[in-house]
């Protein structure tokens, strides 16, 4: 079940990866941010009491634990030509930033190479339990497959986070002083950056 969810979520991530390759049209660059807000629960102590026994000696100490919520507030950014999200690579080749650009096109690499590997290492993982646990009778080989199993989906998983649009090689402070550059530049061919402040947005 683990496998199946983990290739569904790296299938779905590969979709909306914005691909590099394009080609500039001539419409405005721009960045648009957006505030993407979490929350989740956590365990914190927040005190400690003290035991005493019937003559006043310490008998021990307890922790003191209280559920909180926490939020974690982030920046989410992605790049557009006109009304078209594109890839980082391009708008960063676009605005002639070639060293981000090289950065990008690995880093989405790199995330494509590790789904590979790791939805291989699960088949081949399976596989090898089927074969040597119930035909073959190998433990060790058994016990490698286990392996493949176990570790093929967390790879294929951090392999998705690299290709997801939300996710990039290079900062935001950077694609903005890029863009500034070249708005001074090409005036005629860039836009301002938006900024749209939205708690949990989804693109």
Not at 129 to 154: E, R
Request: hydrophobic residues 40%; proline residues 4%.
């Amino acid at each position: 079940m683990k496998f199946i969810l983990v290739v569904s979520l790296c299938a779905s991530g590969c979709v909306s990866e914005v691909r590099a390759g394009g080609t500039s049209t001539g419409a405005p660059l721009r960045i648009e941010t957006r505030l993407h807000s979490e929350s989740f629960g956590t365990r914190e102590q927040v005190g400690t009491v003290q035991y005493t026994n019937s003559a006043g000696q310490n008998a021990g100490t307890a922790a003191i634990y209280e559920n909180r919520t926490v939020t974690v507030t982030k920046m989410l950014w992605r790049p557009f030509q006109g009304d078209e999200p594109i890839a980082d690579e391009d708008f960063f080749r676009f605005v002639g930033d070639t060293p981000a650009a090289e950065s990008s096109h690995a880093y989405r690499r790199r995330g494509r190479w590790m789904v590979r590997i790791g939805v291989g290492a699960s088949v081949l993982g399976a596989a090898g339990m089927i074969f040597f646990g119930a035909i073959d009778k190998n433990l060790n080989l058994f016990l490698v497959g286990c392996g493949g199993l176990m570790l093929g989906p967390s790879i294929a998983y951090f392999g998705f986070a690299y290709q997801h649009p939300d996710n990039h090689a290079m900062s935001l402070s950077r694609a903005q002083e890029v863009l500034q550059r070249y708005t001074e530049q090409h005036p005629a061919t860039t836009g301002t950056a938006i900024a749209v402040p939205i708690a949990s947005a989804i693109w």
